[in-house]
Nanobody
Framework: QVQLVESGGGLVQPGGSLRLSCAASGSIFTFNAIMGWYRQAPGNKRELVASITPGGSTNYADSVKGRFTISRDITKNTVFLQMNSVKAEDTAVYYC?????????WGQGTQVTVSS
């Protein structure tokens, strides 16, 4: 059974930092799947925040470039999203995603709230 388990979400003040983690299990491995972080705020469409390919190439939404960094630890089969200089508009439910072959998997989502 494929499972993506997220952690690290919560409340953070504007300008602060937060690191999200996504641990993959089952048949999903971060070194042969495209891993991504998405987010969705109420009333908005789900949008891609960042992704990393098996080859290590990264891609970021314009709104988070220079502030967020996606990375992975292959030995732990885990992908991270380092969020720096967070803004109120970063408030959303963040979802971990894995694209493996023809399959597409999602985590349950974790709430990130940026508020003073």
């Amino acid at each position: 059974q494929v499972q993506l388990v997220e952690s690290g979400g919560g409340l953070v003040q504007p300008g602060g930092s937060l690191r999200l983690s996504c641990a993959a299990s089952g048949s999903i491995f971060t070194f042969n799947a495209i891993m991504g972080w998405y987010r969705q705020a109420p009333g908005n469409k789900r949008e891609l925040v960042a992704s990393i390919t098996p080859g290590g190439s990264t891609n970021y939404a314009d709104s988070v470039k220079g502030r967020f960094t996606i990375s992975r630890d292959i030995t732990k089969n885990t992908v991270f999203l380092q969020m720096n200089s967070v803004k109120a508009e970063d408030t959303a439910v963040y979802y971990c995603n894995a694209q493996y072959g023809l399959e597409n998997y999602w985590g349950q989502g974790t709430q990130v709230t940026v508020s003073s």
